[in-house]
């Protein structure tokens, strides 16, 4: 069966196996060009970290897509996180956006403050670091708060005035405590 294509769209179909091309050659790493499977929390050559955003496919179905992102980290670039940081850090790959919300689960946030996290895992640290930052809490004073009280770290978090978002997942450890009737 012949299929006959225009002009754009043959122009188009070039561009892009060129830009593969390209980069290949130059040996590059384009957040775009990675599977899905490692894109949150690696690093493009530019300097840039790359997202995993979802979007509709022909068939209407949610497909995952790796893009850049206009974050630049300062002392990195062409890096995929290791799955031992990713587990050790409690974050997960396949999170579309990440949230400041996590600081309020103590078990991300022991995880995260663990040394096995803190000392070994400096990418994800980095953007956790400014990610807590932009809430107005500094990463580290908040791990050493957790790791001599879980509970009470996560009072002062709460009452420092962080504004956190929306909550965008419960996670299976949240439990919902009846509120104390009154007497």
């Given at each position: ?54 979007e509709?496919?022909?068939?209407g ?5 790796c ?67 932009g ?6 004073e ?42």
């Open positions: 069966m012949f299929i006959t294509m225009s002009f754009s769209n043959k122009l188009s179909l070039v561009l892009l196996l060129s830009s593969f091309l390209i980069h290949a050659s130059f040996g590059e790493m384009v957040c775009e060009d990675l599977p899905k499977e490692v894109c949150t929390f690696s690093i493009a050559s530019s300097g840039k970290r790359c997202l995993l955003e979802t509709k496919g022909i068939n179905e949610i497909e995952y897509q893009r850049t992102s206009e974050v630049v980290v300062e002392r990195m670039s062409e890096y995929i996180e290791t799955d031992q940081c990713v587990g050790g850090c409690g974050v997960d790959r396949s999170s579309v956006g990440i949230s400041s919300d996590a600081f309020f689960e103590p078990q991300f946030t022991g995880k995260l403050c663990s040394p096995a996290c803190y000392e070994k895992c400096p990418n994800i640290v980095d953007l956790f670091f400014n990610l807590a930052a809430e107005g809490v500094f990463l580290p908040l791990c050493e708060k957790h790791k001599s009280n879980p509970r009470r770290a996560m009072v002062e978090l709460v009452s420092s005035g962080a504004a956190f978002g929306p909550v965008s997942a419960v996670s299976e450890d949240f439990v919902v405590a009846p509120a104390p009737s009154a007497l």
